[in-house]
C-alpha cells in the first residue's frame, strides 16, 4: 500500500516523503535508471505543492526537467497527492551536510540517534587514513601562480618542527585545492610524525560531534578528543556561521590547542574577515596566525593538472584537446577534472578518438556554463529584439498573439539557459505564477516538435543569447 503524506501536516518530512517516491521511482523505471538519474537530487522544498528539488549535475537537471518529469511528478503525486509540479534545479556546487541555521543544536531525531555510545571518539577520525583521500597528496598538486602562496604555506607548516604559524587559514573559492591541501599535510605529517594525532573533520562534523555530545551529555570526552590532538584541521569552516554555540565550543578549543601549542589549520571559501555570522572575537583569532588565499586557476595552471592527470591516468588526448579543456573549463579545478573523466567515458563507450568536435559536443553545457552567465534579463532583452516588440510589453499582462509566442520562448529559454525555478522565472516575467511558466515551457516543447521554423527560430536566438 501506498503511503501518503499531507505536506501540510506539521509532521510532514520531506525527506521521508522523498524515500517513498524514490523507492516508486525505482519500481516504476527500474534500479538503473533510478540510479543514474534519481540518486544525485534531493528535495529543497515545497512551495504553493510545487515541489523544488535540486541537483549538482546540469545533465540530470536537464534529464529531470524533460524525459523523466512526468515520471517525477506521477511519483511525487502517489504519496503527495497535492503535489501539482516539479521543477529541478542547479545546486551551487556545495557539499552540504547540515547546512541550514534552523538545523543547529535541535535535536537529533530519534530514528537518527544510534545506541548510546560510552564515547563518542569511535565517530571521530583520529589518526585514521580512512577519511583521507589518498590522490590528495603534495606529489599531485600542481603548483601555479594562483596557488604557490598557499602551496608553500602548507608545506611548510607539514613540514617544520617547530610551531610557526597558528593558525594556517587557507581560503577560496569551490573546486581550487583546498581539502586537497588539507589532506596532503596530513599525509605529510603521518608520514614523519605517525606518533602523532591528528583530527580532520569538517566543520559540519564538528557541529554533529558536539551537538551529539550535548545530546549524550558526554561533552567532556568530546572536550578531551579535541583537546588532546596534536593537529586540529576544519575544513570548510563557513558551515560554523551562525550556529552560535558550536561556535563557542569551537572557539574554547582553539584557544586551548593555540595556548598548549598545538597545530591548527583551517579553510574557508572566505578570508577570516569577511566570513558571515561568525563573532568579531573569533574572526580576530582566525586571522593571528598566517593566512593564505587561493586564487581563480589560469589557463597555465589548467593546462599543468590536465596534462599532470593524463599522465596519472596513463591515457593519451591529442595536444589540441587539452589545450581546448583548459581554455574552456575555466570555473574550477573541480569541474575541470569532471569533463575530463566525461570525455574519457564518452570516448570508451561509443570507441571514438576524442576531437575537439567531439569534446565541444560532449562538454556542450558544461562549456556553455563556462562560458557565460546568462541572466534573465539578457534573455528578455535578446529576445525582445528577435521578435521586434518592447520589453514592456513582453513582462505585460497584454495577450496579442506576438507577444503570448515571445513570451512563452523567453520563458522556455530561461529555463533553459538559466538555474533559475519556476517561481523566480515567474517574478521576472512582471510577477506571473509558476504554472505559467511550466505551462509555457511545456507549450513550446511540444510546438518544436512539430514546427520547424520554430526550432529554428529559438535555436538563433540561443545562439545569440550564448554567443556561440
Ligand atoms: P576545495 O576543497 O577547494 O573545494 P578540492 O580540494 O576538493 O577543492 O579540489 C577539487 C578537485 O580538484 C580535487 O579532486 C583536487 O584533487 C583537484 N585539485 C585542485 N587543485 C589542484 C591542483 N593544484 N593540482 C591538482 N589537483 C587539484
Ligand atoms: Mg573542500
Redesign the pocket.
Given at each position: 500500500m501506498n503511503k501518503t503524506f499531507d505536506v501540510n501536516s506539521h509532521e510532514f518530512s520531506l525527506n521521508e516523503a522523498w524515500g517513498s517516491v524514490l523507492f516508486e521511482i525505482t519500481k516504476e523505471l527500474g534500479e538503473t535508471v533510478a540510479k543514474i538519474w534519481f540518486s544525485q537530487v534531493s528535495p529543497q522544498k515545497i512551495e504553493n505543492n510545487l515541489v523544488i528539488m535540486e541537483t549538482k549535475q546540469r545533465l540530470t537537471r536537464d534529464r529531470l526537467s524533460g524525459q523523466y518529469n512526468k515520471e517525477l511528478l506521477e511519483c511525487w503525486r502517489k504519496h503527495c497527492p497535492s503535489i501539482t509540479a516539479v521543477d529541478v534545479v542547479l545546486s551551487e556546487d556545495r557539499e552540504i551536510f547540515i547546512a541550514t541555521n534552523e538545523v543547529d543544536e535541535q535535536p537529533i531525531p530519534p530514528n537518527d540517534v544510534p545506541e548510546k555510545r560510552s564515547k563518542i571518539e569511535d565517530e571521530i577520525f583520529i589518526e585514521s587514513s580512512s577519511h583521507l583521500?589518498s590522490?590528495?597528496t603534495f606529489n599531485?598538486?600542481?603548483?601555479?601562480k594562483p596557488?604557490e602562496f598557499a602551496?608553500a604555506a602548507a608545506l611548510s607548516v607539514s613540514e617544520s618542527e617547530k610551531i610557526q604559524f597558528n593558525p594556517l587559514f587557507l581560503y577560496?573559492?569551490?573546486?581550487?585545492?583546498?581539502?586537497?591541501?588539507?589532506h596532503a599535510i596530513a599525509w605529510k605529517i603521518k608520514e614523519s610524525h605517525p606518533e602523532k594525532k591528528i583530527i580532520y573533520l569538517s566543520a559540519e562534523k564538528f557541529m554533529y560531534q558536539f551537538i551529539r555530545a550535548l545530546r549524550f551529555k558526554d561533552t567532556m570526552s568530546f572536550k578531551e578528543q579535541f583537546r588532546s590532538v596534536d593537529v586540529l584541521m576544519i575544513?570548510?569552516f563557513q558551515f560554523i556561521g551562525g550556529k552560535e554555540t558550536t561556535q563557542e565550543e569551537f572557539f574554547h578549543t582553539f584557544n586551548a590547542l593555540v595556548d598548549g601549542n598545538k597545530q591548527v589549520i583551517i579553510?574557508a571559501d572566505k578570508s577570516p574577515a569577511d566570513l558571515e555570522n561568525i563573532g568579531e572575537r573569533m574572526k580576530s583569532r582566525l586571522g593571528w596566525g598566517l593566512v593564505a588565499d587561493?586564487h581563480p586557476t589560469t589557463y597555465e595552471?589548467r593546462l599543468?593538472?590536465l596534462q599532470?592527470?593524463i599522465e596519472a591516468l596513463n591515457i593519451n588526448l591529442p595536444k589540441d584537446v587539452i589545450e581546448f579543456l583548459a581554455a574552456k573549463i575555466t570555473s574550477?579545478?573541480?569541474e575541470?577534472?569532471g569533463a575530463l573523466n566525461r570525455i574519457m567515458a564518452h570516448s570508451s563507450l561509443v570507441g571514438r578518438t576524442i576531437t575537439i568536435d567531439s569534446t565541444r559536443d560532449v562538454l556542450r553545457d558544461l562549456i556553455r556554463s563556462n562560458e557565460k552567465y546568462i541572466t534573465i534579463e539578457d534573455i528578455q532583452k535578446r529576445t525582445c529584439e528577435f521578435f521586434g516588440i518592447k520589453i514592456s510589453d513582453l513582462l505585460s499582462s497584454k495577450r496579442l498573439k506576438a507577444l503570448a509566442k515571445a513570451r512563452h520562448v523567453a520563458m522556455y529559454l530561461c529555463k533553459t539557459l538559466t538555474t533559475k525555478s519556476f517561481p523566480e522565472i515567474g517574478r521576472k516575467f512582471g510577477g506571473r505564477d509558476h504554472s505559467t511558466v511550466i505551462f509555457s515551457v511545456k507549450k513550446i516543447q511540444e510546438l518544436c516538435l512539430k514546427d520547424a521554423d520554430l526550432l529554428e527560430d529559438i535555436e538563433t536566438l540561443k545562439a545569440s543569447i550564448e554567443g556561440i
Amino acid at each position: 500500500m501506498n503511503k501518503t503524506f499531507d505536506v501540510n501536516s506539521h509532521e510532514f518530512s520531506l525527506n521521508e516523503a522523498w524515500g517513498s517516491v524514490l523507492f516508486e521511482i525505482t519500481k516504476e523505471l527500474g534500479e538503473t535508471v533510478a540510479k543514474i538519474w534519481f540518486s544525485q537530487v534531493s528535495p529543497q522544498k515545497i512551495e504553493n505543492n510545487l515541489v523544488i528539488m535540486e541537483t549538482k549535475q546540469r545533465l540530470t537537471r536537464d534529464r529531470l526537467s524533460g524525459q523523466y518529469n512526468k515520471e517525477l511528478l506521477e511519483c511525487w503525486r502517489k504519496h503527495c497527492p497535492s503535489i501539482t509540479a516539479v521543477d529541478v534545479v542547479l545546486s551551487e556546487d556545495r557539499e552540504i551536510f547540515i547546512a541550514t541555521n534552523e538545523v543547529d543544536e535541535q535535536p537529533i531525531p530519534p530514528n537518527d540517534v544510534p545506541e548510546k555510545r560510552s564515547k563518542i571518539e569511535d565517530e571521530i577520525f583520529i589518526e585514521s587514513s580512512s577519511h583521507l583521500d589518498s590522490r590528495f597528496t603534495f606529489n599531485n598538486f600542481i603548483v601555479g601562480k594562483p596557488n604557490e602562496f598557499a602551496h608553500a604555506a602548507a608545506l611548510s607548516v607539514s613540514e617544520s618542527e617547530k610551531i610557526q604559524f597558528n593558525p594556517l587559514f587557507l581560503y577560496g573559492g569551490v573546486g581550487l585545492g583546498k581539502t586537497h591541501l588539507m589532506h596532503a599535510i596530513a599525509w605529510k605529517i603521518k608520514e614523519s610524525h605517525p606518533e602523532k594525532k591528528i583530527i580532520y573533520l569538517s566543520a559540519e562534523k564538528f557541529m554533529y560531534q558536539f551537538i551529539r555530545a550535548l545530546r549524550f551529555k558526554d561533552t567532556m570526552s568530546f572536550k578531551e578528543q579535541f583537546r588532546s590532538v596534536d593537529v586540529l584541521m576544519i575544513d570548510d569552516f563557513q558551515f560554523i556561521g551562525g550556529k552560535e554555540t558550536t561556535q563557542e565550543e569551537f572557539f574554547h578549543t582553539f584557544n586551548a590547542l593555540v595556548d598548549g601549542n598545538k597545530q591548527v589549520i583551517i579553510s574557508a571559501d572566505k578570508s577570516p574577515a569577511d566570513l558571515e555570522n561568525i563573532g568579531e572575537r573569533m574572526k580576530s583569532r582566525l586571522g593571528w596566525g598566517l593566512v593564505a588565499d587561493i586564487h581563480p586557476t589560469t589557463y597555465e595552471l589548467r593546462l599543468g593538472i590536465l596534462q599532470s592527470k593524463i599522465e596519472a591516468l596513463n591515457i593519451n588526448l591529442p595536444k589540441d584537446v587539452i589545450e581546448f579543456l583548459a581554455a574552456k573549463i575555466t570555473s574550477n579545478v573541480r569541474e575541470l577534472e569532471g569533463a575530463l573523466n566525461r570525455i574519457m567515458a564518452h570516448s570508451s563507450l561509443v570507441g571514438r578518438t576524442i576531437t575537439i568536435d567531439s569534446t565541444r559536443d560532449v562538454l556542450r553545457d558544461l562549456i556553455r556554463s563556462n562560458e557565460k552567465y546568462i541572466t534573465i534579463e539578457d534573455i528578455q532583452k535578446r529576445t525582445c529584439e528577435f521578435f521586434g516588440i518592447k520589453i514592456s510589453d513582453l513582462l505585460s499582462s497584454k495577450r496579442l498573439k506576438a507577444l503570448a509566442k515571445a513570451r512563452h520562448v523567453a520563458m522556455y529559454l530561461c529555463k533553459t539557459l538559466t538555474t533559475k525555478s519556476f517561481p523566480e522565472i515567474g517574478r521576472k516575467f512582471g510577477g506571473r505564477d509558476h504554472s505559467t511558466v511550466i505551462f509555457s515551457v511545456k507549450k513550446i516543447q511540444e510546438l518544436c516538435l512539430k514546427d520547424a521554423d520554430l526550432l529554428e527560430d529559438i535555436e538563433t536566438l540561443k545562439a545569440s543569447i550564448e554567443g556561440i
